[in-house]
């Protein structure tokens, strides 16, 4: 006798107990749900570089001559970039903006990290600011450019006392001015 195909299961998850609008709940799964930003690259050898500085390494091992994209991360943080042969720095592409946000416990200890290594900022590509806490609601951020023209966000998590300034930089999806 054939084996039975058991219509409540799928991949392992017991469909009778998933809600099929939102499928399994974390406590059915052994992984963490989670948006990576990709980011462009003109040279993914020359990006490890540059982010090794703050002490990102690659996910996977060092990327070959062949390779199309690189994971990079720092603890829990994560950065993919894929290799593209446009180059954003220049004034026609400029207004396309690679964005990503990296909230964390300390906006101060990040932007040690970043301003005492040996990199060279400039006023364009690479930059970076000074922590502000006047663009995220009220929330203590910087940011920095990197060599591919990305803007790099780093604004502190939520804390006591920042719940609504937080919402309101959410709601707007953008530093307010």
């Not at 052994?30 to 996910?59: C, I, M, N």
């Not at 091992?61 to 390779?67: I, K, L």
């Not at 040690?112 to 364009?124: E, I, P, S």
Request: aromatic letters at 10%; a negative charge.
């Amino acid at each position: 006798m054939p084996d039975q195909v058991r219509h409540d299961e799928v991949d392992g998850f017991n469909l009778s107990r998933t809600d099929p609008r939102t499928g399994p709940s974390p406590e059915e799964t052994s992984l963490t749900d989670k948006a990576v930003p990709a980011l462009p690259s003109q040279d993914l050898a020359r990006t490890r570089k540059f982010y090794r500085y703050f002490g990102f390494e690659p996910v996977a091992g060092e990327p070959g001559p062949e390779e199309r994209w690189l994971r990079l991360s720092r603890g829990e943080v994560e950065i993919d970039f894929h290799l593209t042969s446009i180059d954003y720095t220049e004034d026609e592409h400029r207004l396309h903006q690679n964005l990503c946000v990296i909230r964390v416990a300390d906006v101060a200890a990040w932007h040690d990290v970043f301003a005492k290594t040996r990199m060279g900022w400039k006023a364009l590509f690479p930059s970076l600011t000074r922590p502000r806490d006047d663009l995220w609601g009220g929330l203590p951020a910087f940011c920095l450019t990197d060599k591919d023209g990305n803007l790099i966000w780093v604004v502190e998590s939520e804390t006591a006392g920042s719940r609504e300034a937080d919402e309101t930089s959410s709601r707007i999806g953008s530093p307010s001015k």
